[in-house]
């Protein structure tokens, strides 16, 4: 057996350095010619271990973690040349207990089921893997478009771009509706901020979104598609556009697609121009349109008049992705995993101050201490674990002590937060709730498109009493303010956007009050993030009097001399917490 | 809202000359399609790094489409700049991720050593640095980006260290 080795080569892996480690791995191979195959693939979901390298041989798989340039020829020496592995710096094998083997063996692979498997710019890498048997089956076997409708409906799948809406109802209903034209659309806008299950999707395994889409499109009888991605995706957009000209080669796209005479789909990329607002569906049309992504009155819903007033159904990637595996394997297999009123497997991506931040796919029904403690490895530095947010700007904060929750969209809907499409950002003491939810406020602020006046000016007014809560000027009432605006910006926007953008706020207030009326009562920030509301001193014991704070000081507050104990005068300290971030010793103390 | 981008201080800019020639082919491409505002627009600014004034009027006048529009367009969505930008444009990550893990650090640190402000340029047009939400690497953060460069597990020295060397390389 030829021995294989692979680099991963997504955007996580090449920020980390990857790119580096497989031009030396290359230069090693051909310099020595060294006997062994170099390959690429995508994102395996260990973001925390990159540059990972895979090494397959007679005796098994290595994944091999942190393997930078130096690493890299040390591994190719040991395990290629001398045939030794290097056990320690061994992350995950089937031959021994490593370091992140739990990771992997916890979680059940669906929508990631080749991302970190195969190279996601070869077709046949992905046809080897039961790519496009799908599609193929449905033709083969003339499944009718009512026949793949009921498959879907049946498995209980739900849109994973954020509300949950069952996607065999929507495909029904786009089908239900007659007309010479009609588009299938992916939603690839991925606007959370704090969220890349899109984007590793589409870098890992673009064909497995065609090919959902292109089911799709058969079960609606659509004549286009469009995938809409945002632009700060580059690689993404790249290997889309590798397998759509793939797809139109092997015959899946353009005329008579999949031997089907008549029927000439074909998927066209177009890239978002930056805004959040255009992840919602009918600001996202609106911008393929060309004009300003505003969102529009539903109904009528896309399903009966979309894109160029079609009838267009629009699903997110990771919906797409599910779909040729539920064709595949039946929709009794799908709906094996999960709850009652959640089917299947959501992805995450685990960031924040998790310790293995990365990509994970767990079935629906695992409670969400388990995702951040089992799978996530807990805390980073030992600290505590406070909360957890899930649904970026729509969502909101789980404290600690309801992380039993299971993730399904009814439980965590429960606790004010939302499923959302998967981003987990985890928070530790150190996280700072109120400034957390001006956060997210001054992010919906900005991206609100003006249209209703309580979500644009609302959301201005809300932000402005947190801003005054973390400067130390908030106010007795200020807590019952924030909860009167919120309630009436959520009844008053059209699009989900208004409608969401106070969760933040309504649930940090829900579970951490006590840190507001710490900020409001006591003009105290008990994480001490809120810079206006800390004290600055000097430790005596640590201070050895080097005059880098006193130097750096641009309020000239510090005083003191060389190797004599340096004091700050709080009448002129302005907070700005230079000499807290330029102190080698660690001897500047917040209160 | 989204206008309020606008109301930032812009660096002032000299004037220069805009080869509205330039424009020709991305026209002839798009004219005839309909939803060609934004490629238009996308495409105007990859020539020029910013949309000129001038390219306004040209692309109104030749493919029809209103001022209004254009200006409506372009000043809805974060991608279209109205200023130039400097050489390179170093984007530092806001998003949840990288807030949490003291993204703020990094942006003042390269406020402090660069002189400007978020959204401005350096004088000698080096530089322009933007804060943006989410660059999908959240599992390295604080991330920023420079070109199709993206720099992880920073902090605000290591920041200002490889913006130093970028410059350093190109001087030689
Ligand atoms: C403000 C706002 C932003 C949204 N952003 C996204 C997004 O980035 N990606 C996404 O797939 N869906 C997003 N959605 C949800 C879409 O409107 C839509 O429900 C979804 O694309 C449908 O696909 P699904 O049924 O497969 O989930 C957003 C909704 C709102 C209100
Ligand atoms: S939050 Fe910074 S890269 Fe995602």
């Given at each position: ?29 051909e ?9 690429k693939?995508s994102?395996?979901g ?5 540059p ?16 930078n ?5 040390e ?6 040349n001398?045939h030794?592995?290097i ?15 739990d ?9 990631l ?7 996601p ?6 046809e080897?893997r ?32 954020g ?12 089908n239900?509706?007659?007309?010479e ?13 704090g ?15 065609l ?11 659509a ?11 580059p ?15 092997n ?10 005479r008549?029927?000439d ?12 607002v255009?992840?919602e ?6 911008s ?5 992504g ?8 896309p399903?009966v008049s979309?894109?160029?007033?079609n009838p ?16 595949l ?10 709850t009652e ?10 960031a ?8 994970v796919?767990?079935?629906?029904g695992?409670?969400?201490k388990d995702v951040?403690f ?8 030992n ?12 969502g909101?904060?789980?404290?600690e002590y ?6 399904d ?8 937060a ?8 985890v ?5 700072c ?10 992010f ?10 309580f979500?644009?000016v609302?959301?201005m007014?809300?932000?402005e009493?947190l ?45 951490f ?14 994480a ?11 430790d ?13 000081c641009?309020?000239?507050a ?20 230079v ?13 | ?14 004037a ?6 330039l ?14 505002l934004?490629p238009?627009?996308?495409?105007a ?5 910013y949309?000129?004034?001038e ?40 998003g ?18 660069l ?17 943006v939400?989410c ?21 605000g ?14 001087n030689?």
């Open positions: 057996m030829i021995t294989t080795v692979t680099v991963g080569l997504g955007s996580c892996g090449i920020a980390a350095g990857a790119g580096k480690t497989f031009e030396k791995i290359k230069a090693m191979k310099q020595e010619n060294l006997p062994f195959e170099l390959q693939t994102c395996i260990m973001c925390y271990r990159e990972l390298v895979e090494i397959t041989d007679d005796t098994g798989t290595y994944i091999y973690g942190d393997v340039e130096d690493r890299a020829v591994v190719i020496e040991k395990h290629i001398q030794d592995p056990r320690e710096y061994i992350v995950y094998t089937d031959l021994f207990e490593a370091a992140e083997n990771f992997i063996q916890s979680q059940v692979k669906i929508v089921r080749n991302c970190g498997y195969i190279d710019e070869s077709i046949t890498d992905y080897q039961h790519g496009y048997t799908a599609m193929k089956t449905i033709v083969m076997e003339k499944l009718s478009r009512e026949d793949v409708i009921k498959t879907i409906l049946d498995s209980g799948l739900r849109g994973r771009g509300g949950g809406f069952p996607t065999g109802m929507k495909w029904k209903f786009a239900a509706s007659k007309s034209q009609k588009y299938v659309i992916c939603n690839a806008d991925e606007g959370d901020p969220a890349f299950m899109d984007r590793s999707v589409l870098e890992g395994d673009p064909h497995s979104v090919e959902g889409m292109i089911i799709a499109a058969y079960a609606i009888e004549t286009g598609g469009v995938i809409y991605c945002r632009a700060e995706y690689l993404a957009i790249k290997r889309l556009n590798i397998a759509i000209k793939q797809a139109h080669e015959g899946y796209l353009g005329k008579n697609s999949f031997g089907i008549g029927w789909f074909d998927i066209y990329i177009k890239e978002g121009a930056g805004a959040f255009c992840g569906e009918t600001a996202l049309i609106a393929i349109e060309g004009e300003r505003m969102p529009r009155k539903r109904p009528p819903f399903a979309g894109l160029w007033k267009t159904n629009i699903n997110n990637v990771e919906t797409y992705a599910n779909v040729p595996w539920i064709i394997n039946g929709s009794a297999a799908y709906a094996k995993y999960g009123k959640s089917k299947g497997t959501k992805v995450f991506a685990l924040g101050k998790i310790r293995r931040s990365g990509l796919e767990v079935p629906m695992m409670t969400i951040i089992k799978l996530g490895g807990g805390i980073k530095n600290k505590r674990f406070k909360a957890v947010q899930l649904g970026g700007p729509s909101g904060c789980i404290p309801l992380s039993d929750t299971i993730v969209y009814d439980s965590v809907n429960a606790t004010g939302i499923m959302g499409s998967g981003g987990m950002v928070m530790d003491e150190t996280t709730m109120v400034d957390v939810a001006k956060f997210f406020l001054d919906t602020r900005k991206e609100s498109c003006g249209k209703c006046t979500c644009r609302g959301t007014r809300m932000l009493i801003e005054r809560i973390t400067n130390g000027k908030g106010q007795e009432t200020d807590i019952e303010r924030l909860e009167e605006l919120a309630y009436q910006i959520k009844d008053n926007s059209l699009c989900g956007l208004g409608q969401t953008a106070p969760n933040p706020v309504l649930t940090t207030i829900r579970y009050r006590d840190e507001y009326e710490a900020h409001i009562g006591h003009k105290k920030c008990p001490k993030v809120c810079r206006p509301l800390l004290t600055y001193t000097v005596e014991e640590k201070c050895t009097g080097c005059m880098v704070c006193l130097k750096n641009p309020a000239k510090i005083t003191g001399e060389r190797k004599k104990l340096h004091l700050i005068n709080q009448d002129l300290c302005t907070k700005c917490g000499c807290f971030s330029k102190c080698k010793f660690e001897s500047i103390v917040l209160t | 809202m989204r206008i309020t981008r606008l109301n930032s201080k812009q660096t002032e800019t000299k220069e000359a805009v080869d509205l020639r424009l020709d082919p991305l026209i002839e491409k798009n004219k005839a399609k309909k939803g060609n934004i238009l627009l996308q495409g600014q990859d020539l020029y790094g949309i000129p004034r390219v306004f009027g040209k692309l109104s006048d030749e493919c029809g489409i209103s001022l209004s529009d254009m200006f409506g367009v372009a000043t809805f969505y974060a991608q279209f700049r109205l200023q130039p930008v400097g050489k390179h444009i170093i984007k530092v990550c806001h949840t991720a990288c807030h949490v893990q003291n993204a703020k650090e990094i942006s003042e640190a390269i406020e402090e050593s002189r400007i402000k978020d959204g401005e340029t350096t004088e000698d047009r080096f530089y322009t640095l933007e804060s939400a660059l999908g690497c959240c599992s390295l953060a604080p991330v920023m980006m420079i070109g199709d460069q993206t720099y992880g597990k920073l902090t020295n290591e920041a200002v260290k490889i913006i130093k060397n970028i410059k350093l390389s190109e030689n």
